[in-house]
Nanobody, 125 residues
């Protein structure tokens, strides 16, 4: 049973920094993609940053230059360094982890993804 756990949320003043961590356990597979999403009150969930196992990274325009996603040393673990935080960054931040599961001897794969429970980030004076 794959489990995804986020940590590091909290209350911070505008201009401050936080570092979020996401760890996936319960599998011997290595992730294909790990990503951070966020959902603010009354809004839809949106992609913040994603990191593929090959190293490619994407950011939402609203966080470029302020947020950095990186792979941690532990297997299936990533971090999100958030600098110069703004009140509009206030949201529940969720981690999504996607694996490619081999399903036959020919090497065919299926995608399986898992969500964490989320961690609240509040940016307020």
């Amino acid at each position: 049973q794959v489990q995804v756990v986020e940590s590091g949320g909290g209350l911070v003043q505008p201009g401050g920094s936080l570092r979020l961590s996401c760890a996936a356990s319960g599998t011997r597979n290595t992730f294909n993609t790990m990503a951070w999403y966020r959902q603010a009150p009354g809004k839809e969930r949106e992609l913040v940053a994603s990191l593929r196992s090959g190293g490619s990274i994407n950011y939402a325009e609203s966080v470029k230059g302020r947020f950095t996603v990186s792979r941690a040393n532990a297997k299936n673990t990533i971090q999100l360094q958030m600098n110069n935080l703004k009140p509009e960054d206030t949201a529940v931040y969720y981690c999504n982890v996607e694996f490619l599961i081999v399903v036959n001897v020919e090497g065919a794969t299926v995608r399986r993804d898992y969500w964490g429970q989320g961690t609240l980030v509040t940016v307020s004076p």
